[in-house]
């Protein structure tokens, strides 16, 4: 069961994230919430030793994170 909940997950979070980012209900400074510290790490990630992981697995664990936070803020962010 548990595993079929991440699998759930992992398949509908590219298309979660891309709602938000798109919706007209999200704010700016919200949406940049997920893009500033995501491009900053693909683009600079020898000045952030401190998150020592993928630029893939950083993403990844970022966009589940956003997700979630903004649709309890947004609702389903429509």
Known sequence: MARRSWTTLWRHLPSRVWHILRSEHVTLRDKLLFIVP????????????FLPIDDAA????????YAGRMERKYGSAN
Do not use: G, H, K, R
């Open 38 to 49: 995501v491009a900053l790490y693909w683009v600079l990630p020898d000045f952030m030793p």
């Open 58 to 65: 950083f993403t990844a664990i970022m966009a589940s994170w």
